[in-house]
C-alpha cells in the first residue's frame, strides 16, 4: 500500500491487517512509556486546508507515538492563504522530504491530485464530500472490539449521506469487511445511485424506526442546519423529530446495539444528550481508537521500504 | 573465438543441508537449559520467560513447562513483540506487527530471560532490549537460545546456550519446531558445495 | 497567387480525381489536369473536404491571451481543418458590443488563418438581465447572426423569448447553453453513480432537458429560429427529435468529446476531464451518436476551450472546465462516425456553415467555388501529445490517445494555412 486515499483502495486482508495492527498499536496507549522508535527519522506532514483540530491532533499523537517528526502546515497563515497552489505546496513538502503527507481538504479528490505530484505516502484525512478512510477504520475498529465482529453486523448509517465523506469510506469498508449496511435519512440526502456506486447491498431506507431493531450499530451523522436553507428538508426541529435519535428511539434498539457518531456533535439535532452520554454511546472510544487506527496506518505505509 | 558462456557453465550447484539436531536432540537441548536456568536462578523464584516470536514463543512456553516438571515451579510466560523496534524496518516490505503478552503479574521487578531461536548478529535481542525498556523495568535480564551460531555485530552473548553450532557467513541455520512447524529440528544450509 | 494542383484526390469520398486551386477559388476539376505554373500536391490516399466550420470556438482574446489568442487560436482551427470558426463572447470585456466583435473580427482578418465571425452575447456582460446591443452587433463589421451567453444559460425566460423574437428583424439566431442554473449551483459533474461515489456535486441531465424543452416551446411559439449548443444527454435527443418533429426551427449541436468520452473519465480527479456540460455515460453517447447519424442532432461543434495550464492543475473543483477541440475534432469524427466523408462534411461543414450563414464556406470543392477546403490522410494515425499541439493551452482530454485521422492541408480562399501537416505561418 502506497497511499491511503479511500475506502475502496483496502481489500479485506489489508484492512484486517490495519485494524490487528491498531490493537498492538492500543496497548502502547496503556504503558508508561507511550512511544514507539518504528518511525524515527521519518517526516510526517499535516497539511490541513480545513480546521479539524481533533483529526489534526489524533494524526500528530499517531505519528509521534511512532518517534516521526511532525511538522504541521495549516492554510491559515502559511504561504496556502496567500493563494500558493496545491501543486506548490506538494513540491515544497516534497523539497522537504515528507515521508508522508496527511490532508484534510475541502475540495473532493484534492489528495489524489496530491498523490501525484508527491513521492511520499498521502493519506487522505478527509476531502470535501468524498471519504474519510481513517475514520471509517476507526469506526470499523470500535465495532469490532465492542460487539467481536465485523462481518454480519447490521449498521444503520444515519443523516446526511449526501454531503458525508464518513458515509462514503464507510459503506465500503463495512461492505468490504462484511457488515450490512442500511442508509437512513431524507431522500434528498441520500443519492438514489449510491448502492451500485458504491456497494451493492446496501440497503436505504426513510424511515429511521422500522429500521432500529434490527440494528447492531446506529451510526449518526452530523447534519449541518444550514442544509435546511437549501430545501433538504423544512426545519431542524422535523429532522430531529423524524431522524434524531433520542432516547425512545434508543430503546427500539436491540440490547447490545451501540451507537456511533464520528464527532462534532450537534446535540439536539440528530443526537439528544440522553443518547450521547448513554453506555451505548462508543464516542468517546472513538476518539482514542483513531489514535490507534492512524499509528497502524502511518505504520503499515512508513514502517517498511514500500516504494 | 568466444564461446557462449552457457557452453562452460557447470551442472546446477546443490546447497547442502545437514540436520544438527533431530527431533529427539531438540528435546534434550530443552531439558538442558531449562535445568541450567534453575540452577543459575536457584530454583526460577522470580523469573519470567519471554519468548521472541515466532519460535522463541513456543520455545518459552516449553521451558516453563519443563521447569515445572522439573522443580514444580511455576514460571509466567509471556511473548515480546520486537518489529517496532527493529533497525532494519526500511531494508523491506512493511513486517506484521505481532502481539506483545505480558504474564499478569507484570515484569517490573522480575528476572526476565528472553528466549529466542538462534542466536546470530545480535540485532534481534538488540531491539528486545529496547522493547523491553519500554513495557517495563525488570530486576535483571537474560537471554536463552536454543542455538548460538556465532557472528555477533554488537556485543552481547546469552546466558543459556542449547548448541554452539560455528557457522560460515554464506551458511544459515533453520530451526523448526513442531508447534509453529510441525516438527522439531535443526538444520544448517551450506553455501554452496564448489 | 500561387495555383495549386492536387493530382488524384477524392473529393468527399468519390473516385480520385484532379482539383486545381487558382485565384482563390476552385478553377477546375477533372482527372490529367495540368497546369505548368502550379505548385503540385499528390493528393494520393487523401480525401478533400470543404473546410470545416466550427461554431463553438472560445479565442480568449481579449481577456485571457495567456490561454489562447485570435492567432493561436485560428493556427489551431486551421490544423485542425478548419476554414471557419464562430468566436464565442465570453471575453474579457465581453463581446457584448459592436466594439469587441469588431476587434475580435479584425485579429481574425489579420491573423488570416481561418474566418472568425465573432458570436455576440444575448445579455449585458452575460448577466442574463437585459439584452445586449444585437442589431448593433449585427449591423456592425462583424455581422454578427449568431448571438449566445455561452457559458452561461439565459435563463430567464421572458428574457429568452425576448432574445429570439428580437433576432428575427435581422435573421440571427440564438445559440442557448441549455443548464438550469438552479439545478446545477457548484455542479462538478454529471449526476450519477460516479458523482455519487466521487464526492463531486451533480450536473443532472434534467437540468439541460428543462431548458431545451422550454426554448424548443418559445421558438415555437415566437416562430423564430434557435440552436442549442453542446447537446449533452439522450434526453435531450428526445427533446429535440420531438420539436423537429412538430417543425420547430431548432438546431442542435454536439462536441466531440460528448461522443466519445464517458464521466468516469473524473475518477483520477484530473479536471483535463472537467467540461460544461459535463462527460456524460455510455448510454447518453450512444444516443448522441444515433441522433447525428439521424440528423437530430445536426453539426459537430468543438466547444474549444482552452485554459491555462494554472486553471487545469489544481483541485477538481477550482479547475475551469472545458477542454481543446480544435485539432482534434476531425480524428474523434471519423473515430466515431467511420469514413461516412459526405456525413462529415454535413456534420462538420456544410450544416454549420448554413446555421451561421458563412458565405463562401460549407461548399463541395467543384469549379467556381471559393477554394475554402481541407485535405485528410485517413490512413494516418496519430497520438496525441498536448505539447505538440499549435493552441497555447495544453488541456486537451486525448493526451497520448491515438486516433485515426490526420490534416494534411488547408486552404483559405486558395491559399495554404497548412501544407505537410504543418501550419503555413
Keep these: ?76 497563515g502559511s504561504s496556502v492563504a496567500k493563494g500558493e497552489s496545491l501543486k506548490d505546496t506538494a513540491l515544497t513538502l ?66 446526511d449521506v449526501l454531503h458525508s465523506r464518513v458515509a462514503r469510506s464507510n459503506v465500503l469498508l463495512l461492505s468490504t469487511l462484511g457488515a450490512k449496511v442500511t442508509l437512513v435519512g431524507p431522500p434528498t440526502l441520500i443519492p438514489v445511485d449510491i448502492a451500485s456506486a458504491l456497494a451493492p447491498g446496501t440497503d436505504v431506507s426513510y424511515d429511521l424506526d422500522s429500521v432500529l431493531p434490527h440494528s447492531d450499530v446506529v451510526m449518526m451523522l452530523r447534519v449541518q442546519r444550514e442544509r435546511m436553507n437549501d430545501s433538504y428538508f423544512p426545519s431542524a426541529r422535523e429532522y430531529a423529530r423524524r431522524y434524531g435519535l433520542d432516547g425512545p428511539r434508543m430503546r427500539r434498539l436491540p440490547e447490545h446495539a451501540i451507537v456511533m457518531h464520528p464527532g462534532p456533535m450537534n446535540r439536539g439535532m440528530e443526537i439528544t444528550p440522553e443518547v450521547a452520554d448513554s453506555p451505548r454511546s462508543t464516542i468517546v472510544e472513538q476518539v482514542a481508537n483513531g489514535v490507534s487506527v492512524r499509528m497502524a496506518v502511518l505504520y503499515l505505509l512508513l514502517g517498511g521500504n514500500n516504494r | 573465438m568466444a564461446y557462449p558462456s552457457a557452453a562452460r557453465s557447470s551442472p546446477a550447484r546443490q546447497p547442502s543441508v545437514k540436520v544438527i539436531l533431530a527431533s529427539a536432540d531438540v528435546q534434550r537441548v530443552v531439558d538442558r537449559i531449562a535445568h541450567q536456568i534453575l540452577e543459575k536462578t536457584q530454583g526460577a523464584e522470580d523469573t519470567v520467560l519471554l519468548g521472541i516470536p515466532t519460535r522463541g514463543a513456543p520455545l518459552a512456553k516449553r521451558l516453563a513447562a519443563r521447569i515445572s516438571t522439573f522443580e514444580d515451579v511455576a514460571v509466567p510466560v509471556g511473548v515480546l513483540d520486537i518489529t517496532l523496534y527493529r533497525d532494519d524496518l526500511r531494508r523491506h516490505a512493511t513486517r506484521a506487527v505481532g502481539p506483545t503478552q505480558l504474564p499478569p503479574g507484570g515484569i517490573d521487578g522480575k528476572r526476565v530471560i528472553l528466549v529466542d531461536d538462534v542466536l546470530f548478529s545480535g540485532r534481534t535481542v538488540r531491539a528486545a532490549l529496547d522493547a523491553l525498556n519500554d513495557v517495563g523495568r525488570p530486576a535483571s535480564v537474560q537471554l536463552a537460545v536454543l542455538v548460538d551460531r556465532g557472528h555477533r555485530e554488537l556485543p552481547i552473548r546469552a546466558d543459556y546456550v542449547g548448541k554452539n553450532i560455528p557457522t560460515s557467513l554464506v551458511e544459515s541455520v533453520k530451526v523448526t519446531l513442531a508447534e509453529t512447524d510441525g516438527a522439531d529440528e535443526v538444520k544448517l544450509f551450506g553455501g554452496t558445495n564448489q | 497567387m500561387t495555383a495549386y494542383l492536387i493530382k488524384s484526390v477524392s473529393v468527399v469520398g468519390a473516385a480520385p480525381t484532379d482539383l486545381l486551386i487558382r485565384d482563390g477559388v476552385v478553377a477546375e476539376t477533372g482527372a490529367g489536369l495540368t497546369a505548368p505554373d502550379a505548385t503540385v500536391i499528390d493528393g494520393t490516399g487523401l480525401v478533400a473536404l470543404p473546410g470545416l466550420v466550427d461554431l463553438h470556438t472560445h479565442l480568449r482574446e481579449p481577456g485571457r491571451e495567456d490561454a489562447e489568442t485570435v492567432e493561436s487560436g485560428s493556427r489551431a482551427a486551421a490544423l485542425g481543418g478548419y476554414t471557419a470558426v464562430c468566436a464565442m463572447a465570453n471575453t474579457s470585456p465581453v463581446a457584448d458590443t459592436a466594439g469587441v466583435v469588431e476587434q475580435v473580427w ?45 457559458g452561461h444559460c439565459v435563463a430567464d425566460p421572458k428574457l429568452m423569448r425576448r432574445a429570439l423574437e428580437y433576432v428575427k428583424a435581422f435573421d440571427g439566431i440564438i445559440a442557448q447553453h441549455a443548464e438550469e442554473p438552479r439545478l446545477t449551483e457548484g455542479a462538478q459533474m454529471h449526476e450519477g453513480e460516479v458523482s455519487t461515489r466521487l464526492g463531486l456535486t451533480g450536473w443532472p441531465a434534467v437540468a439541460e432537458e428543462a431548458i431545451i424543452a422550454r426554448d424548443v416551446l418559445l421558438a415555437e411559439h415566437v416562430g423564430s429560429r434557435l440552436h442549442v449548443c453542446h447537446v449533452s444527454t439522450a434526453g435531450s435527443v428526445e427533446v429535440l427529435r420531438q420539436a423537429k418533429a412538430r417543425g420547430v426551427k431548432v438546431t442542435a449541436e454536439v462536441t466531440p468529446h460528448h461522443l466519445l468520452l ?15 456540460p459535463p462527460l456524460r455515460t455510455a448510454t447518453d453517447i450512444a444516443a448522441l451518436r444515433a441522433a447525428l447519424v439521424e440528423g437530430v442532432v445536426d453539426i459537430v461543434a468543438t466547444d474549444h476551450a482552452p485554459h491555462a495550464v494554472e486553471d487545469k492543475e489544481c483541485e477538481w473543483a477550482y479547475a475551469r472546465p472545458g477542454m481543446l477541440g480544435l485539432e482534434t475534432a476531425l480524428s474523434i469524427a471519423l473515430d466515431v462516425l467511420g469514413p461516412d466523408w459526405d456525413l462529415i462534411a454535413e456534420r462538420m461543414s456544410r450544416t454549420p ?6 458565405e463562401g464556406h460549407g461548399l463541395d470543392p467543384a469549379p467556381g467555388v471559393p477554394a475554402n477546403l481541407t485535405l485528410v490522410d485517413p490512413a494516418a494515425r496519430r497520438t496525441i501529445e498536448p505539447a505538440e499541439l499549435a493552441s497555447r493551452s495544453r488541456n486537451t482530454p486525448y493526451a497520448r490517445m491515438t486516433l485515426p485521422g490526420r490534416i494534411v492541408a488547408t486552404f483559405l480562399r486558395g491559399e495554404p494555412t497548412v501544407l505537410d501537416g504543418k501550419a503555413v505561418r
Design chain 1, 1 to 76: 500500500m502506497r497511499h491511503l486515499l479511500s475506502g475502496a483502495d483496502l481489500d479485506a486482508a489489508t484492512a484486517t491487517e490495519i485494524l490487528d495492527t491498531a490493537a498492538e498499536m492500543a496497548t502502547v496507549a496503556g504503558r508508561e512509556v507511550k512511544k514507539l522508535p518504528a518511525l524515527r527519522g521519518r517526516t510526517v506532514v499535516n497539511l490541513f486546508y480545513e480546521d479539524s483540530t481533533r483529526t489534526r491532533i489524533s494524526f500528530e499523537a499517531a505519528a509521534k507515538r511512532l518517534s516521526a517528526d511532525v511538522i504541521n502546515f495549516s492554510a491559515k
Design chain 1, 94 to 159: 516534497q523539497a522537504m522530504g515528507a515521508d508522508a503527507v496527511v490532508v484534510r481538504h475541502p475540495a473532493s479528490g484534492a489528495p489524489h491530485r496530491l498523490a501525484d505530484w508527491v513521492d511520499g505516502s498521502v493519506v487522505n484525512a478527509g476531502d470535501g464530500t468524498h471519504e474519510h478512510p481513517t475514520q471509517a477504520l476507526l469506526d470499523a475498529y470500535t465495532m469490532r472490539s465492542r460487539l467481536g465482529r465485523l462481518a454480519g453486523l447490521s449498521v444503520a448509517v444515519v443523516g
Design chain 3, 106 to 150: 479584425r485579429l481574425g482578418r489579420e491573423a488570416g488563418l481561418v474566418d472568425v465571425q465573432p458570436i455576440g452575447a444575448v445579455t449585458v456582460g452575460l448577466a442574463g438581465e437585459r439584452l445586449a446591443e444585437l442589431g448593433a452587433m449585427a449591423d456592425s463589421a462583424a455581422r454578427v447572426r449568431i448571438f449566445s451567453d455561452d
Design chain 3, 262 to 276: 464517458t464521466d468516469e473519465r473524473a475518477e483520477t480527479y484530473d479536471p483535463v476531464f472537467k467540461v460544461n
Design chain 3, 353 to 358: 456553415a448554413r446555421i451561421a450563414g458563412l
